[in-house]
């Protein structure tokens, strides 16, 4: 894993470096929106679509969407209550809800499940997102964000926004393929492969570009360690419970428990801009959590 782990790594750390030294003197923002955009709206659906339609699913797809769910609210629970104890106000209270509950579980947890468990893993990643972290997010994440940041979320039906991504409409239709019977085309899978190759790279590269505004915002360290703790600590623990009472075991297990254990989602910061939430204390948890995964998720790996 910490061979898989460095090359990762290796890649984010690339983007970082653009952002500061930015050879194309270019705006390292615009240039992480163009990327991440034409991830979402092209190459993970393609990914997404290859997945899923080739994948195994059953009822174990449902114990890892559950897993995931109690997961994630687990540690919305968890960060709301802290907030309260600590009375921190709406933006901040919206920031630290969203950064301690939403792992990077496809960007991050894909390729490290795939090349540290074997290709059978890489639908446990998309099922334990798209299943289960991402409509969660549409619905209740952005009703909160919407809540503690003050705007009105009336104009984005957060059910209408499920119907708008298109990696989930991905999922949908690959997993009716799936379930239905119908057998993978060669010639379309093939196309599908090549476009979903471009995922990974792309957006390791562009959590790096994210990492900047991380590290200049280091004031807010002390407001996201609970962050920290939540989100690679207290929600594997939890995850990991819930496998155990459920049924999954060995590798399966582990897989989902690696998961839970990723970092804080990089596009979470899209969230927080829009519904004005503190933008730099989600920044500051992005990047304390990515650091700080290359420690724990090998200790994960190597205990289960």
């Not at 991440?36 to 797809?61: C, K």
């Not at 540690?75 to 709301?80: G, H, M, P, R, T």
């Given at each position: 894993m910490i061979h898989t782990l460095m090359q990762m790594f290796a890649l984010i750390g690339l983007g970082l470096l653009w952002s500061w030294f930015n050879p194309g003197r270019m705006?390292?923002?615009?240039?992480?929106?163009?990327?991440?955009?034409?991830?979402?709206?092209?190459?993970?659906?393609?990914?997404?679509?290859?997945?899923?339609?080739?994948?195994?699913?059953?009822?174990?797809?449902?114990?890892i969407a559950f897993s995931a769910a109690?997961?994630?609210?687990?540690?919305?629970?968890?960060?709301?209550?802290?907030?309260k104890r600590c009375r921190t106000h709406g933006p901040v209270t919206g920031a630290v809800l969203l950064a301690a509950s939403f792992p990077n579980?496809?960007?991050?947890?894909?390729?490290?499940?795939?090349?540290?468990?074997?290709?059978?893993?890489?639908?446990?990643?998309?099922?334990?997102?798209?299943?289960?972290?991402?409509?969660?997010?549409?619905?209740v994440g952005i009703m909160l964000a919407a809540h503690f940041g003050g705007k009105q979320a009336a104009r984005h039906n957060p059910f209408i926004e499920l119907l708008k991504v298109p990696p989930l409409i991905a999922a949908v239709i690959a997993t009716s393929l799936n379930l239905l019977g119908v057998?993978?085309?060669?010639?379309?899978?093939?196309?599908?492969?090549?476009?979903?190759?471009?995922?990974?790279?792309?957006m390791l590269f562009a959590i790096g570009l994210a990492l900047k505004q991380g590290f200049s915002e280091t004031r807010h360290l002390p407001t996201v360690i609970p962050v920290s703790i939540i989100q690679l600590i207290l929600m594997?623990?939890?995850?990991?419970?819930?496998?155990?009472?459920?049924?999954?075991?060995?590798?399966?297990?582990?897989?989902?428990?690696?998961?839970?254990?990723?970092?804080?989602?990089a596009l979470g910061v899209v969230?927080?801009?829009?519904?004005?939430?503190?933008?730099?204390?989600?920044?500051?948890?992005?990047?304390?959590?990515?650091?700080?995964?290359?420690?724990?998720?090998?200790?994960?790996?190597?205990w289960l």
């Open positions: 705006d390292s923002a615009l240039i992480r929106k163009v990327l991440t955009d034409t991830v979402y709206f092209i190459f993970l659906p393609a990914l997404v679509f290859n997945v899923l339609w080739q994948a195994d699913l059953g009822l174990d797809s449902a114990k109690v997961g994630v609210l687990s540690a919305l629970f968890l960060s709301w209550f802290i907030c579980a496809t960007y991050l947890g894909y390729p490290l499940l795939i090349h540290t468990l074997g290709d059978w893993a890489g639908p446990v990643a998309i099922q334990y997102d798209l299943f289960a972290c991402t409509p969660i997010l549409l619905t057998q993978p085309v060669e010639g379309i899978t093939g196309l599908l492969a090549i476009m979903g190759s471009a995922v990974v790279p792309i594997p623990l939890i995850v990991l419970g819930t496998s155990i009472l459920i049924g999954l075991d060995g590798n399966l297990r582990t897989a989902v428990v690696l998961e839970a254990a990723m970092p804080s989602m969230l927080c801009d829009r519904y004005g939430l503190n933008t730099g204390i989600y920044a500051s948890a992005v990047t304390l959590t990515t650091l700080l995964s290359l420690i724990t998720l090998p200790l994960w790996y190597g």
